[in-house]
């Protein structure tokens, strides 16, 4: 019997369980479609806002050995011009797209995610989580009530899957998830990145212009896996791991801890978009060798 690897999230049939992260790649329509070619089961765009966005100054980005630091400031051309690359990606069929949104207001949110569904788009997934962004004076996405007012206004204008992307940077991510879930998010992702710092010792400065970023890569994988592992038990609505993946291993750790699929970005810094077949077929020879027969065996296996 051949290894079953597809896998139907919140109305979405994945061919595989691997997603493109959001940020990483996901700025084009040409270099989305490079990533689905590489064979990933779908790709997530880099966040996109309603009006352009420049960004922060640089410097935004250091890699600090173990991962990377970033503080970009969500630079994007704005939703109605980054449309035309989601249609890019589309024309070609068969490319399973999500698109990351980023809003001021629940309202904004839902004019966006109006505007690609009209697009053709298969889900949109709500940056809640980007750890030097702020919304109403707050860090996105520690407040229930803020998550409540945007996942339901979104939902009330679209009709395509809803997903919510956590931050790790609060007290109970359990709290969080469980908020998105009663306003009606179809999915969680967890998680975004890690609120850090770097200083340079020499000048005595921070190391990026923004001074505080968002830490990627390795370092946060096992704060990732606590954050699936404890949603997973918390919510019944599917949870997509996102957080330090760099080879199969890390996979299907995120898959026992409870995710349905998972999200790879860093790592392609690292080993190009290759990743995803390098994975792909380490899942399907880690089910051989123990005798399952499709991911969904596994899913959350180790809260049994």
Not at 70 to 76: F, L, R, S, V
Not at 216 to 226: D, F, Q, V
Request: glycine content about 10%; charged content about 20%; overall charge positive.
């Amino acid at each position: 019997m051949p290894f079953d690897i597809s896998m139907h999230i919140a109305g979405l049939n994945l061919r595989n369980p691997t997603m493109l992260a959001a940020g990483i790649l996901g700025m084009t329509g040409l270099s989305l479609r490079k990533v689905w070619n590489a064979g990933a089961g779908a790709v997530v765009t880099k966040s996109i806002s309603f009006q352009p966005r420049l960004g922060y100054k640089n410097p935004t980005i250091v890699d600090v050995g173990y991962g990377f630091l970033n503080a970009m400031g969500i630079p994007n051309p704005g939703v109605y011009e980054y449309v035309e690359e989601a249609k890019i990606a589309i024309s070609e069929g068969e490319l399973v797209i999500i698109v990351s949104l980023y809003g001021n207001t629940p309202l904004e949110f839902a004019k966006m995610a109006r505007i690609v569904e009209t697009a053709g788009v298969n889900a949109v997934e709500l940056n809640l989580s980007c750890p030097h962004v702020k919304l109403g004076g707050m860090e996105i996405g520690t407040n229930p009530t803020i998550i409540d007012k945007i996942v339901k206004t979104v939902k009330k204008h679209i009709n395509i899957p809803v997903f919510t992307k956590l931050t790790p940077n609060i007290s109970d991510i359990k709290t969080i998830a469980r908020a998105a879930e009663d306003a009606g998010s179809d999915g969680i992702v967890a998680i975004n990145t890690v609120k850090a710092m770097a200083i340079d010792v020499e000048s005595g400065r921070p190391l990026l212009a923004n001074k505080y970023g968002g830490l990627s890569g390795p370092a946060i994988k096992p704060i990732a896996l606590r954050c699936v592992y404890e949603i997973a038990q918390s919510v019944n609505i599917p949870v997509i791991g996102c957080g330090g993946i760099t080879d199969w291993k890390d996979a299907i750790e995120f898959f026992l801890a409870g995710a349905s699929a998972i999200q790879i970005g860093t790592a392609i810094a690292y080993k190009d978009v290759n990743i995803f077949g390098e994975i792909i077929k380490g899942i399907k020879c880690y089910l051989k060798r123990k005798g399952y027969n499709n991911i969904k065996e596994i899913v959350g296996l180790s809260h049994t």
